[in-house]
C-alpha cells in the first residue's frame, strides 16, 4: 500500500549515507530506493536490531520485525517496490515547483546513528557533514532543477557546526547545533524549525557572565549565532536566537546528553529555563 500521507517523501524512511543521497540526486530515476529483494542484505547493529541494508540505504520501516529480529519471510513484503517511485515522482514535482518554498532538513544527530558504522573513521564518511558536503549536495539539487529552498542542518558535534558557520558563502544553510542525546520540549522544538526571519539582536547578550566559580564569555557569530567560551577558550555552548528568547545547546566535554535549555535576557543577567543564572560582569 502506497503511503496516503501527502507530506511523505523518499528519504523521510530510512538511514541514508552522504553518498547514496548525493547518488540518487546524481541519477534522479529512483531506482536506488528499489532494489530487487534478492540482493538485500541484513545489517544488524550493535544493540542486535536487524534491518534490510543495500549501497548505502537502511530499510528501517519497510519490513516486519519479531523483536530486534526480520521476520522470516521478510522477502516477501516487497510494498517497498511500489512505495518509493510513488514518493520518488512527488519529490521531484515539489523541489521542481518555483511555488512551494523548500527546507531540507538534513541531520545527523540521531542518538544511535553511530552504530550504523564500524568506526570513528566509517563514520565520518557516511555521515559527517561539513560545508564540502553541503556545497556538492546544492550543485545536486541545482543540477536536478531544485528551486526555492534552503538547508535546515542539525549537528551532532559542534566541531561540525562550526565548520559550516565559519563559510560566510553558506548563505541558503541555516546550520543549528543540537548534539546526539537531548530530550526536546514543544518550545525548543518549535524554535529549531522556526523559519522566520532572524531576530538580529544577539548582540546585546553578548560578553562576560560568572556561573557559579565560572567565567564565561559569550561571543556573537554569524547568522544570528552565540558561541559561549570556558575560561580555557573552549566551546562551552552554542545559542540561537528565537522569537521569544534564546535556545542554548551545551557542548561540555565528557557530558553523555546536550542539554538544550531556553534562555531570555533581562536585568543584566541570563535567565534559562532550569532557574540558573548567568549574571553579567
Known amino acids: 500500500m502506497v503511503s496516503p500521507e501527502p507530506r511523505s517523501m523518499p528519504y523521510d524512511w530510512n538511514i541514508t549515507t552522504k553518498e547514496f543521497v548525493l547518488r540518487t540526486l546524481t541519477n534522479l530515476d529512483g531506482k536506488e530506493f528499489t532494489p530487487a529483494v534478492e540482493v538485500l542484505t541484513v545489517y544488524q ?31 516477501d513484503e516487497i510494498n517497498y517496490l511500489q512505495k518509493y517511485p510513488f514518493l520518488w515522482d512527488r519529490f521531484i514535482r515539489v ?28 563514520y565520518e ?17 541545482d543540477l536536478a532543477g531544485a528551486l526555492n529552498y534552503e538547508f535546515l542542518v542539525l549537528f551532532r558535534e559542534v566541531e561540525e557546526f562550526l565548520n559550516v558557520l565559519e563559510k560566510s558563502d553558506l548563505d541558503y544553510v541555516d546550520p543549528r547545533f543540537i548534539g546526539s542525546h537531548w530530550t526536546l520540549n514543544n518550545t525548543i522544538a518549535n524554535s529549531l ?42 566551546v562551552w ?27 531570555v535576557e533581562g536585568d543584566g543577567a541570563i535567565h534559562f529555563s532550569n532557574d540558573y543564572v548567568w549574571k553579567k560582569i
Not at 210 to 233: C, Y
Request: charged share 30%; hydrophobic share 35%; aromatic share 12%.
Open 125 to 141: 564518511r557516511k555521515f559527517g557533514i561539513d560545508a564540502q558536503y553541503l556545497d556538492e549536495l546544492k550543485q545536486k539539487l
Open 237 to 263: 555552548a552554542v545559542a540561537k536566537a528565537y522569537a521569544d528568547g534564546y535556545f542554548f545547546s551545551f557542548a561540555r566535554e565528557g557530558t553523555a546528553e546536550t542539554e538544550i535549555l531556553t534562555a
Open 193 to 234: 524549525i522556526q523559519r522566520a526571519e532572524p531576530v538580529l539582536r544577539s548582540a546585546t547578550i553578548a560578553g562576560l557572565y560568572r556561573s557559579g566559580e565560572q567565567v564565561l564569555e559569550v561571543r556573537t557569530a554569524p547568522r544570528d549565532t552565540l558561541i559561549v567560551f570556558d575560561g580555557n577558550k573552549q
Open 45 to 75: 547493529m550493535p544493540d542486535t536490531t536487524q534491518g534490510p541494508y543495500k549501497d548505502g540505504i537502511y530499510f528501517w520501516h519497510d519490513f516486519s520485525r519479531d523483536g530486534p529480529s526480520l521476520v522470516p519471510h521478510w522477502r
Open 95 to 122: 523541489i521542481r515547483d518555483p511555488s512551494i518554498k523548500k527546507v531540507f532538513l538534513i541531520s545527523n544527530t540521531q542518538s544511535n546513528l553511530d552504530q550504523y558504522a564500524d568506526d570513528r573513521q566509517d
